[in-house]
């Protein structure tokens, strides 16, 4: 589990990606299924 914090720094950085569209709002849906990347391509 990431804590607020890095998810934070992931959030602000722009590296996380759903299904693989940068994601800028936290309450972006992610319905089961969804790839969800964190840093990484």
């Known amino acids: 589990m990431l ?3 890095r998810i934070a720094s992931h ?3 722009k590296v ?3 299904d693989g569209v940068v994601v ?3 309450d972006t ?3 089961p299924g ?3 990347v ?3 391509s």
């Open 3 to 5: 804590s607020e914090e």
């Open 11 to 13: 959030l602000e950085r």
């Open 16 to 18: 996380i990606k759903l």
């Open 24 to 26: 800028d709002d936290l």
């Open 29 to 31: 849906p992610a319905p």
């Open 34 to 36: 969804t790839r969800i």
């Open 38 to 40: 964190f840093g990484g």
